[in-house]
């Protein structure tokens, strides 16, 4: 095996290891996103039980429109977190121990059959093109994938932060309009004897 070959099957093999732990990454960094799309989704919840109902004012649309585009922006984010988490995702895995050594005898039975010369060398040699030609084709596979769970955390990411920024801007006029309105308390006159 030429020292190009010997390189390239290094760096095949290299890639492959390397987006397994790409995609370990990529999941450790999914935990943020999931507790802050948690808290906005509990702000949301708190928007809509408390959601006050004065007269319309510049308060009170102010808050229904910011109030609107966090509601848009969550909804995006959590889309783009679906995605970036698990849809559709299959990564590719090279043969097992117990693949690898039945494709080597299976090689060795061949060589054997067709009385070659060099047994030995010929199945070490062509286990090696089988398992760069597996390495390139699963790295390449999980690259992809990687690529697209990166370009969906990405995406998320962002929508969360503008999801941040539209829940600090509507925290203002909730606040106006929450407790400028009269709380109507039920009083209840016991008699007691």
């Known amino acids: 095996m030429t020292n190009l070959n010997?390189?390239?099957?290094?760096?095949?093999?290299?890639?492959?290891w390397k987006e397994?732990?790409?995609?370990d990454k990529i999941n450790a960094n999914l935990s943020l996103p999931a507790g802050i799309l948690t808290v906005l989704a509990g702000v949301a919840a708190f928007y809509m039980q408390n959601f006050p109902f004065p007269k319309w004012s510049l308060c009170t649309i102010s808050f229904v429109v910011?109030?609107?585009?966090?509601?848009?922006?969550?909804a995006f984010a959590v889309y783009y977190f679906i995605r970036?988490?698990?849809?559709g995702y299959a990564?590719?895995?090279?043969?097992?121990?117990e693949e690898i050594a039945k494709y080597a005898s299976d090689l060795k039975k061949y060589y054997e059959s067709i009385q070659a010369t060099d047994i030995d060398e010929k199945v070490e040699n062509d286990l090696r093109v089988f398992l760069?030609?597996?390495y390139s084709k699963y790295g390449t596979i999980n690259m992809q994938n990687n690529d697209e769970k990166?370009?969906?955390?990405?995406?998320?990411n962002i929508a969360i932060s503008i999801s941040l920024i539209f829940l600090f801007l509507s925290l203002?006029?909730?606040?106006?309009?929450?407790?400028?309105?009269?709380?109507?308390q039920k009083v209840e006159a016991v008699n007691k004897k």
């Open 132 to 134: 760069t030609a597996e």
């Open 172 to 184: 203002f006029p909730f606040y106006i309009v929450y407790h400028s309105t009269s709380k109507i």
């Open 91 to 97: 990564y590719g895995y090279i043969p097992n121990a």
């Open 150 to 156: 990166s370009k969906y955390l990405h995406h998320a």
């Open 66 to 74: 910011l109030s609107v585009a966090l509601f848009i922006s969550i």
């Open 6 to 16: 010997k390189y390239t099957e290094k760096l095949f093999r290299d890639m492959y």
């Open 84 to 87: 970036a988490y698990h849809l």
């Open 20 to 23: 397994f732990d790409r995609k």
